[in-house]
């Protein structure tokens, strides 16, 4: 075990039996990543930075459950993503909608070639972050559940108490979205 492993395992002991410096510890080495985590769910930083910290609450809470053979930042970052998507569905009342304004028959891959595409085009990870928190509450939901964290169809259904077919059709809905809004971009730049 090299010295960041064994720190970290001091630190999940010690937040294990409660020891408030050991979680402000953990909280200050997360804190970045797991925003992120919930900013890619949430519409703006306020709501991101509640989601964060109600969710650390509860990873705090539920530390003893936490069973040191899995990453811990893999167990965190779950427990973060659920608290996000349990305040969208909270704010949306249990029941995700789709957006009628969308053409149905329009796709967007998330392919290899449609990064490089995009990179090619000087559209920075930042920016493709920045118009997927404007997507819907609905189809960004969906997107992140779906393309980031790798839940399936059936899971989000489930989770979100909707349809596998609402749920295919707000990922497909956000993708175009997506599409059509960086495409839109990029003719802008290139003009």
């Given at each position: 075990?090299?010295s960041?492993s064994a720190?970290?395992q001091?630190?999940?002991?010690?937040?294990k039996n409660?020891?408030k410096v050991?979680?402000?510890k953990v909280?200050?080495?997360?804190y970045?990543q797991?925003?992120?985590v919930s900013l890619?769910y949430?519409?703006?930083?306020?709501?991101?930075?509640d989601?964060?910290?109600?969710?650390f609450?509860k990873v705090f809470?539920?530390?003893n459950?936490?069973s040191d053979?899995?990453?811990?930042i893999?167990?965190?970052?779950?427990?973060?993503?659920?608290?996000?998507?349990?305040e969208i569905?909270?704010?949306?009342?249990?029941?995700?909608?789709t957006d009628?304004?969308?053409?149905?028959?329009?796709s967007?891959e998330?392919e290899e070639?449609n990064?490089n595409?995009?990179?090619?085009n000087n559209?920075?990870p930042?920016?493709?972050?920045?118009e997927?928190?404007?997507?819907?509450?609905?189809?960004?939901?969906?997107?992140?559940?779906?393309?980031?964290?790798g839940?399936t169809h059936i899971?989000?259904a489930?989770y979100l108490?909707?349809s596998?077919?609402?749920?295919?059709s707000?990922?497909s809905k956000a993708?175009?979205?997506?599409?059509?809004?960086?495409?839109n971009?990029?003719?802008?730049?290139n003009?």
């Open positions: 075990m090299n960041d720190n970290l001091a630190l999940i002991d010690g937040c409660g020891d050991c979680q402000r909280y200050e080495q997360l970045n797991m925003l992120g890619r949430m519409g703006n930083m306020d709501d991101a930075k989601v964060l910290h109600e969710g609450i809470t539920n530390m459950k936490y053979d899995g990453s811990f893999g167990w965190v970052k779950k427990i973060i993503s659920n608290t996000a998507i349990d569905r909270r704010l949306s009342n249990s029941k995700t909608r009628s304004d969308l053409i149905e028959n329009k967007f998330l070639e990064y595409w995009f990179e090619d559209v920075t930042d920016r493709i972050q920045e997927i928190q404007n997507l819907s509450p609905a189809y960004r939901t969906v997107f992140n559940m779906y393309v980031i964290e839940y899971e989000i489930d108490n909707i596998v077919g609402a749920s295919k707000n990922l993708k175009a979205r997506l599409k059509e809004t960086l495409t971009l990029i003719e802008k730049v003009s």
